[in-house]
């Protein structure tokens, strides 16, 4: 079955500091990988997917197939950053057209000035 | 707001009350999803619907659960005879049929079971 790992529950850091949030996960096929943020009070949305390979907001996430891993990371973190992170994986497209996500249970950002 | 819509935002109902939450998607999404979140976790998927026909249903939707789409474009999610155990927040999501894979999430529904 296939699994979103985040380790870290919550990721504590200084404004400017580098960010990095861990996601692993296991699949058998070949994934899409997604990165969610929820801002606070706000509704869950796309921050960026592996497809894409591009940086919004400063992040960047690599696919690393080797290490099935998707980290999220960011080199100077602001503290408009502090949110809840959810790295989301989505299987391949079925009969049924399925795109359903399977996500990690989060990490909280936290950006002290 | 011309995003995901759900209704209400929050509920709380006495355990073994029956609650219904609904969701407008995006208009055009094929696709809509339903979401469970509980405490401290990620989401978890509970059924899809294109169009109007409901394709798949997660083994965490249990027989109390009942989810339906009538016209293609809104949808109901129907617990039956709550429990403490189904407090949670219940995310609705859609997507077009092609092209963007982008899943659009609604603010969810809080839902409190005492």
């Known amino acids: 079955a296939q699994r979103v790992t985040q380790p870290e529950k919550l990721l504590s850091v200084f404004k400017g500091a580098p960010v990095e949030l861990k996601c692993n996960y296991s699949?058998?096929?070949?994934?899409?990988l997604f990165w969610y943020v929820q801002y606070s009070r706000q509704r869950l949305q796309l921050l960026l997917r592996?497809?894409s390979r591009e940086s919004i907001k400063g992040f960047t996430a690599d696919l690393n197939k080797g290490e099935t891993s998707f980290h999220l990371k960011k080199p100077f973190a602001q503290e408009e950053d502090s949110a809840m992170y959810y790295c989301?994986?989505?299987?391949?497209?079925?009969?049924?057209?399925?795109?359903?996500?399977?996500f990690g249970s989060g990490t909280r950002l936290q950006v002290q000035p | 707001d011309t995003g995901v819509s759900q209704n209400p935002r929050h509920k709380i109902t006495k355990r073994g009350q029956n609650v219904t939450f609904r969701c407008d998607p995006i208009s055009e999404h094929n696709r809509l999803y339903w979401y469970r979140q509980t405490l401290g976790q990620g989401p978890e998927f509970l059924t899809y619907f294109q169009n109007e026909a409901q394709l798949e249903k997660s083994r965490l939707l249990s027989d109390r659960f009942s989810a339906e789409r009538p016209k293609g474009s809104f949808s109901t999610l129907e617990i039956q005879r709550t429990e403490q155990g189904d407090s949670a927040m219940y995310l609705c999501a859609s997507s077009p049929t092609r092209g963007d894979t982008e899943a659009f999430f609604g603010q969810g529904t809080r839902l409190t079971v005492v």
């Open positions: 592996h497809i």
């Open positions: 699949y058998s096929g070949s994934p899409e």
């Open positions: 989301a994986l989505s299987d391949q497209l079925g009969d049924t057209g399925r795109r359903a996500l399977t």
